[in-house]
Antibody, heavy 118, light 108 residues
Framework: QVQLLESGGGVVQPGRSLRLSCAAS????????MHWVRQAPGKGLEWVAV????????NYGDSVMGRFTVSRDNSKSTLFLQMNSLRPADTAVYYC???????????WGQGTLVTVSS | SYELTQSPSVSVAPGQTARITCGGD??????VHWYQQKPGQAPILVIF???DRPSGIPERFSGSNSGNPATLTISRVEAGDEADYYC???????????FGPGTKVTVL
């Protein structure tokens, strides 16, 4: 079965960096686009970033453009999110999600919590 | 940027039908997807491409999108259906993925 396991979350000071990972298994990783979606405490879902199956196409939500970078290592079936210049507003649970067909998210990880606070 | 609207909450008695709506400009021309999220859990896809159900999702969940708004219908509601429900679409003009604000479904 499809499994997505995020890691790398924690508490970080404003302005610092953090790198999240998402280990995938149970499917052919390099056949799917992958996404990061986040959810601030008590709030709704917010799409963060997408990367195509081969890594050649990337796009970002307006609130993270220029600060976050999505990447993938298909040889290790792993998705990454490099987060720089973190702000308190980036505090959220970060989910990785599989994106079939380019329009929606059919499998989600359990999420990893990022807290940006001094 | 494109925005989706949802009613904040819906209350329904067990065995009855819950209808959750998702509004947006010309939404009938777009594919709408729906997610269920229970407290402390990751979202689960319950409807994709307006009306298709992933494997494992009960037939009680159905979707339609013949105009404004798009609708997720839960028939014969059970206590376990109590959750937040989010609609979502892909804005292909800017390659962004948009979520509605969510609807909290309460089973009385």
């Amino acid at each position: 079965q499809v499994q997505l396991l995020e890691s790398g979350g924690g508490v970080v000071q404003p302005g610092r960096s953090l790198r999240l990972s998402c280990a995938a298994s149970g499917f052919t990783f390099d056949s799917y686009a992958m996404h990061w979606v986040r959810q601030a405490p008590g709030k709704g879902l917010e799409w963060v970033a997408v990367i195509s199956d081969d890594g050649g196409h990337k796009n970002y939500g307006d609130s993270v453009m220029g600060r976050f970078t999505v990447s993938r290592d298909n040889s290790k079936s792993t998705l990454f999110l490099q987060m720089n210049s973190l702000r308190p507003a980036d505090t959220a649970v970060y989910y990785c999600a599989r994106g079939p067909g380019g329009t929606h998210f059919d499998n989600w990880g359990q999420g990893t919590l990022v807290t940006v606070s001094s | 940027s494109y925005e989706l609207t949802q009613s904040p909450s819906v209350s329904v008695a067990p065995g009855q039908t819950a209808r959750i709506t998702c509004g947006g400009d010309n939404i009938g021309s777009k594919s709408v997807h729906w997610y269920q999220q229970k407290p402390g859990q990751a979202p689960i896809l319950v409807i994709f491409d307006d009306s298709d159900r992933p494997s494992g999702i009960p037939e009680r969940f159905s979707g339609s999108n013949s105009g404004n708004p798009a609708t997720l219908t839960i028939s014969r509601v059970e206590a376990g259906d109590e959750a937040d429900y989010y609609c979502q679409m892909w804005d292909k003009r800017v390659d962004h993925y948009i979520f509605g604000p969510g609807t909290k479904v309460t089973v009385l």
